[in-house]
């Protein structure tokens, strides 16, 4: 049996943190329009106490949503709390998501707190969320460099105060994944309360590990995958739900779990952030970048051409694009080339095609990037060669 992951979608907080990526209250209802059709479960819309802002850009996407539960962050204090309560309450089914660090470097330098004391806070933090809704959500910030022990105590306290997710993040993307697979499957073996809650993972991407950290952490047993589409977040960003949600998708047999994610959105909904904040994807970003479903070696677009699978572990069809390009550059082959004319509609005999294949590579050679026109441009001049 296959057991469900939960996507929680933080690109409107988290995502939004990243330099340059703010978004306004209808930009943010108008992604958060787009996760609905994504079929995220849980949609972190902000951080209410942060500013007027984003108090009303959570309240606007709480009261525009039907379907995904609609989350607010906040720290561990009742000002804050309540805050965050004043805005996911408008929505049908509102996430209180408080948070706090445990591990001694944060507690030491920015909260110059024990570890006793944070126990405490934390604990008085969920009871005072649960008075006021059910749905609550505990972070231990930078559990990734926190004392394993230590955070059995906290866990367990915080699901006995009412917390039902429990968030282990790796705050500054500092666990590699066989470490991380570890920490999980000690809290959930440890922790005696640990049936009355789920595990989320919330991995950042300092060492470029944040979706492998996450998978680990899904193979380790947790329920609940918190990342950002096209990744963006704090620093090097968090991990990228089109790479998570795909790789569990690709290898459903490996992991033996799955989203409900309606994966033929997410290419819309990776331009559309994009168009929103400005910022284009890398070309070679995993899914959704310009060249995940491009060939251009000659091996590859003849093996494309008999069999797609030869290349491809994925559809372009399944992330919402029309269909995998064949990209003609200097590595391409007469396979190719030829199909590549047919479609454009030029049908040369063999010996012009080989003259026109030989113009291409002497082209491919001095330009980057060849264009249909030059196609055309190559294929009349051998359909003239044979009228002549
Ligand atoms: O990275 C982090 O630890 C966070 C928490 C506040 C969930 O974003
Ligand atoms: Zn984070």
Known sequence: MSRKIMVFDTTLRDGEQSPGCSMNTEEKVALAR????LNVDVIEAGFPIASIGDFEAVKAVALALEKPIIAGLCRANEKDIHRCYEAVSHARRGRIHTFLATSDIHLQAKLKMSREDALERAVSAVKYARSLIDDVEFSLEDAGRTDWDYMCRVVEAVIDAGART??????VGYTIPSEFHEMITYVMNRVPNMDKAIISLHCHNDLGLAVANSL????AGAGQVECTINGIGERAGNAA???IVMA????????GAHTDIVTEEIYRSSKLLSSIIGVEVQPNKAIVGKNAFAHEAGIHQHGMLSDKRTY???TPESIGLSKTELVLGKHSGRHAFKARLEELGYSLNPESLETAFEKFKALADRKKEIFDEDLEHIANEGLKQVTE
Not at 166 to 171: G, K
């Open 312 to 314: 491809e572990i994925m």
């Open 248 to 255: 569990l998708k690709t290898r459903a047999n490996y992991f």
């Open 166 to 171: 429990i968030n282990l993040p790796d705050t």
């Open 241 to 243: 739900m089109e790479e």
């Open 216 to 219: 680990a952490g899904i193979l």
């Open 34 to 37: 787009q996760l609905e059709r």
